[in-house]
């Protein structure tokens, strides 16, 4: 599917289920590829990126045994060792495969190639390998410096490690060194050099690292990952909350109402607190039995400021329902998603500008002011969150064509299936 044009809503009792989530899928994943014999995942995201991270198990000699209908993934463990210890794999464009994938191997004690898209090629990198480095790893780079493809020669990590980290530009940095300490034989350290020392992300990998058996604590400035073998046999993924946020924002653009099956409150990703933003805006928000509910308002409020910064997947989406609020909306803090699947702040302001919304684009905010606009192309830049954002927009009754629109294949396979369902 070359576009897609979006149609007007059609219903005002909005009932969905949602994928599980793609954080918390290749996470479990890793985790129990590092596990010590047989774990069965539940739940589990099918998408191009967890299916490149499980091809990339695979092609390192994992035993895994794939179930797509009923949603879940049994992997042989090997105590953190890597089957094979010669292989080359490719990642895509997932950030999280890239990470978590070349941190263990760059603890193993094998020899490997690390291949990518053209877009993850230009994605950070820096940090991780620099740090890989300093534990002995060795890396050859076999296109551009500092970037995707490597050859990686792993420590082996006998020894007790320190070590430094920046994640002022991805926190998946850390949580791949959180994940994978269990291989250092004598615990890990990692200090926190930059002025982030915490987010979203990182208390779901901590938290994540705890159920799979691990242990992991944090004094305020450095965590310290102790050398526990993951020993869990079952693990149940939970929704995907930035999914799910795509429903409630249409129900805050269009006055109507939005449930997501099993997503509650609870829930240890980021993501959820783009909903209390929703209820700031005016929503109602319930936490049912079935799910959250949000029932948007007859008017939107727009925000003074909305720090975003450990929620900064929702960014895009809050830009397009602030199109439909009663005064301007600022989004702050999110400078890094600059260095995401596309430049997302300036994706934001690109594609805002030639609906003829006014924005003022800054290095780490973006304002958006209301008002009408006008149908045009969206330009997704091979980003699912772009595709999947700017769909909300254009289901009134101003349409969008959204370019390139399968992008979303990334997290959502099926999602304009389902949108395509909501305007009938």
């Known amino acids: 599917m070359e576009f897609y044009d979006t149609k007007p809503l059609k219903t005002k009792d909005i009932k969905v289920t949602v994928p599980g989530s793609k954080s918390i899928t ?60 010669e292989a080359t794999i490719y990642v895509g464009s997932a950030g999280t495969a890239a990470r978590f994938l070349t941190a263990m191997l760059g603890l193993s004690e094998g020899v490997y190639v690390i291949n990518a898209s053209e877009q993850m090629k230009k994605r950070p990198m820096k940090p991780l390998f620099d740090v890989l480095k300093s534990m002995g790893a060795k890396i050859e780079f076999l296109e551009e410096e500092n970037a995707l493809p490597i050859r990686i020669k792993g420590c082996g990590c006998n020894e007790k490690q320190t070590v430094s980290l920046d994640i002022s530009k991805s926190t998946q940095f850390l949580s791949a060194l959180m994940m994978i300490g269990c291989m250092c034989k004598e615990g890990l350290s990692v200090e926190i050099t930059s002025e982030k020392k915490t987010g979203s992300y990182i208390n779901i990998t901590k938290n994540m690292v705890e159920e799979f058996g691990g242990s992991v604590s944090f004094d305020g400035k450095t965590y310290t990952i102790e050398p526990k073998i993951y020993n869990i046999k079952e693990y149940q993924v939970e929704p ?75 960014a895009l989406t809050l830009a397009n329902v602030a199109i439909f609020a009663d005064t301007p909306t600022t989004i702050s803090n999110i400078g890094h998603i600059r260095g995401q699947e596309c430049d997302r702040l300036n994706a934001i302001a690109q594609n805002l500008t030639k609906m003829g919304i006014k924005v003022i684009e800054r290095e780490d905010s973006i304002t958006i002011y209301p008002g009408e606009f006008e149908s045009t192309d969206i330009e997704t830049f091979e980003d699912h969150r772009v595709a999947m954002s700017f769909t909300m927009s254009g289901m009134g009754e101003k349409s969008l064509r959204i370019l390139n629109p399968m992008c979303c294949r990334k997290t959502f396979e099926n999602y304009f299936e389902i949108i395509d369902g909501l305007c009938k």
Not at 58 to 83: C, M
Not at 272 to 296: A, H, N, P
Request: charged share 25%; proline share 1%.
């Open 26 to 85: 290749n996470r479990a994943l890793l985790m129990a590829a590092l596990s010590k014999g047989e774990c069965t995942i539940n739940g589990i995201l099918f998408s191009d990126d967890s299916r490149f991270f499980l091809k990339a198990l695979e092609d390192l000699g994992f035993n895994i045994q794939i179930d797509e209908e009923a949603k879940s993934v049994k992997v042989v463990g090997q105590a953190g060792a890597i089957p094979k210890a």
């Open 240 to 314: 995907d909350v930035s999914a799910a946020c795509y429903f409630y924002g249409i129900a805050a653009i269009y006055g109507c109402k939005a449930l997501v099956y099993n997503v509650h409150f609870d829930s240890t990703q980021g993501d959820i607190r783009f909903i209390k933003v929703l209820e700031e805006m005016g929503c109602k928000v319930t936490d049912t039995d079935e799910g959250i509910q949000v029932i948007g308002p007859n008017k939107l409020r727009g925000l003074e400021n909305v720090d975003m910064n450990n929620f900064s997947d929702q």
